[in-house]
């Protein structure tokens, strides 16, 4: 009978969860633009070593970042790195490391003589002409721009700017990626290069390029942003399919190749590029969506990618920012959005709207709708002075819109329509009508009821037996007088073994209330009489008192277990934390050596083993052995004598077998001397089988 | 009854010891050396007995080589004995060489069993 409420209330709960889920689906977090976090990351990660950056190419990094972000604190490396722009600035360097020292040059401003860059410009003019790679003919033409900006009266102009432009644009493929050479392997990553080539070309032609050719590109653009990809919630992003080739890029390289590439070439051509507002709205929401990168080359590419997205020709994007998403109903608080743009800085003259807001659990019925956001000048927020009086606890999604003051506006920034956003507006729920009663029986005649004041200390104590019934009851309100059903509403009682039994309240509407039959409880509790103290849990998200409350006490007479089933009581939890102290030890048993036999009785049989070979020495004597037939001459009595040398050899090398040798060895020395023990032994046995064959026919 | 078996045991083993002296010399040397063999490989039985065969591949090589060189040296002793008519064209030289070889091809693989 229990159950089924408690039952039916987790049903309702987890649908709730899921209708929860759905309706968040669409808001999300939002990204805030580029704020001092990222500042104080930029001086970690950018730290120079020894005063200076690893390579120019950090080192343009380090210093193009502290220049967009302004920061403050910014380490002075001229002293270090302009003595290594200079000794790069040579003919013979490098096309990537001339590059990067024009580029580290251009925010410095070393010192350098004229006629370098005139000796450089040359050389670089011969790269152009005969470059055959994307990369080459990107670095070189790069450079040329440089010189232009650094150096005004060296002559950076192409003479044949057609016909680079159609070598780059010759790389191109139909899908809007470029190739690196001729090889088929192209990437997304390269058709940021080559358009930032491109633009390079057009700014250094001498001669304008052709109208048509130029439309050619800007068409190639609008097919590489068919390839663009996005998530749900409006990000967009490149990425490169193909893993490994040209050293692979991630998808923050490709895309803020992309970006320099696309906005190096609007920045150069007449006329519009019809790229749609909310991709590049996307873009932007992709950059800031990485938060703080932890990698320097990716703090670089977020940061000068936003720093094109925050002027550029075709669409600047406009960033909505919530400063907190939970508002206190108790605390008064006030609704407060910002927009900037994606450095932060302020955006230009609009009104926020909010277009409407629904709570999560009631998405057809709008609580606000169409709310003007007042601007305040000081603080540069949008604010919402006052929620209205339909607003209660609760979960709720609110929908914003910008509307720019400037009617054109709309065809120089990107707002991006309508933006979800969740809000939790908590509050103080009112817990009243708390009741505590011990009943009798099915009919429900109280033997004992007390009121109880939640908000106080105070306590009760009450005595039942597993005959009868506890009741408790007690009411919660929402400070806008509705029904409130919080998360948790748990009932515990806990024995003074430290067995605890957790029960669930249920609740019709406002009244929260739960009975506890012991008879049917006698089980679960496991025979246990005694005293149990009480707990009231009650929580939410949205519940700013939520609390953890002790009730008292209840003395509970239980019947004895029958023997017959005794009850068996689980293992009470230990404390999670014993889990991470040290272990019992473990002392390895080591497998008991065989019995040896006392030493002396060893060497005892040893030597009884060395009887027997004594006995034959002694037999032999016996016999009458003799060498008579030992031969006397010279020849045969060397080979007797070798043979017998040798068979001794090989016992010996025995011997050095079994103490120290191994078998390889043995074997290799085995069958050398056994290949000189036969040669001998054939000697000296042939000339003895000769002279007894001799003695037998004479 | 008991004199007369007794009697007659000594009486044997007369007649034996009379039969065996007349065998030649070497044929004696080759059987003391037997005899020596089989006797070495008994006291370790003995031993083995006594204390267990802990490091079996010990004992087994012990008395294996014992064992296997008394069998080469019967083999020798077949070879040998003029008497025996199967081997009337082998050269007793050439016997006791091979005596000698395997004899030294049975030491080293006991060797390398004792050791490892």
Known sequence: MLLLPRMSSK???????????????????????????????????????????????????ALRIFEILAVREKPDVRATTCPKVLENLVSSTPLKDLFYALKVNGILKCKVNGDIFKDIASRLKATVKDAKTLIDLYYSIGSLLLIK??????????ADADGTFHSIKALSQSDGKWRYTDKPESSTYAAGLALEALAGVIT???????????????????????????????????????????????????????????????AVTSGKINLPGDKILGLAKFFLGIGIPGDAKDLFNQIESLALLESNRISIPLILSLPASVYSLSNKDQLKVRVNTVLGSAAPPL????????????????????????????????????????????????????????????????????????????GIVK?????????????????TQKTLDLAGNDIVSLSANHLQKFRFSFQLTTPRGHAFKPHQAFLKLKHETKYEHIFVVGNAGKKFEI??????????????????????????????????????????DLPEAPTSKAPRLPPLAVDPYTRYGPKAEITHLFRTPEKRPPTQLSL?????????????????????????????????????????????????????????LDLFTTLKTTALLGVFLLFVGHRILSHLATTSAKLKSA | MARSTSKDAQDLFRALWSAYSATPTNLKIIDLYVMYAVFTALIQVVYMAMVGSFPFNSFLSGVLSCVGTAVLAVCL????????????????????????????????????FLVG
Not at chain 1, 151 to 157: G, H, I, M
């Open chain 1, 11 to 61: 049903l309702a709960r987890s649908l709730l969860l899921l209708l929860f889920a759905f309706s968040i689906c669409d808001a999300v977090a939002l990204p805030g633009p580029i704020s001092d976090r990222h500042r104080s990351a930029a001086l970690e990660l950018f730290a120079p070593q020894h005063g200076s950056f690893a390579s120019l190419e950090e080192s343009y990094e």
């Open chain 1, 149 to 158: 900006d650094q150096a005004s009266d060296v002559d950076v102009l192409l």
């Open chain 1, 204 to 266: 250094l032609a001498s001669s304008e390029i052709d109208q048509s050719r130029v439309n050619l590109v800007k068409n190639d653009i609008l097919k590489l942003f068919d390839s663009i990809e996005k998530y749900d919630d409006g990000t967009f992003y490149f990425d490169e399919k193909l893993v490994g080739g040209h050293e692979h890029q991630g998808s923050i390289s490709t895309t803020s190749s992309v970006v320099r590439g696309v906005f190096a070439f609007a």
């Open chain 1, 351 to 426: 009104t926020v709207k909010l277009v409407r807001a629904f709570s999560t659990v009631a998405k057809d019925s709008a609580v606000i709708q169409n709310k003007d956001l007042k601007y305040d000048q000081n603080s540069g927020h949008h604010v919402l002075d006052v929620l209205p009086d339909k607003v209660d606890v609760g979960i709720y999604v609110f929908v914003f819109e910008m509307v720019l003051h400037d009617a054109d506006g709309e065809k120089v920034y990107a707002t991006g329509g309508q933006i979800h956003v969740p809000i939790y507006v908590t």
């Open chain 1, 431 to 447: 817990v009243s009508n708390a009741e505590i009663a011990v009943l009798d029986n099915d009919l429900g005649s109280i033997e």
């Open chain 1, 515 to 556: 009975v506890l039959d012991f008879l049917g409880l006698v089980e679960k509790f496991y025979y246990l009489s005694g005293r149990y103290d009480i707990e009231l849990t009650v929580g939410d998200a949205v519940m700013e008192n939520s609390f953890l409350r002790p009730l008292g006490h209840l003395e509970l």
């Open chain 1, 604 to 660: 005892i049989f040893l030597s009884l083993t060395l009887l027997p070979l004594i006995g034959f020495l002694v037999g032999l004597l016996r016999l009458g052995v003799n060498l008579r037939n030992f031969p006397s001459s010279a020849a045969p009595a060397t080979y007797a004598i070798l043979f017998h040398l040798g068979i001794a050899a090989v016992l010996v090398l025995y011997v050095l077998f079994w103490l120290k």
């Open chain 2, 77 to 112: 002793r077949i070879q040998v004995n003029k008497e025996n008519k199967e081997f009337k064209d082998l050269a007793p030289e050439r016997a006791f060489a091979d005596f000698v070889l395997c004899n030294l091809v049975l030491h080293l693989v006991i060797m390398n």
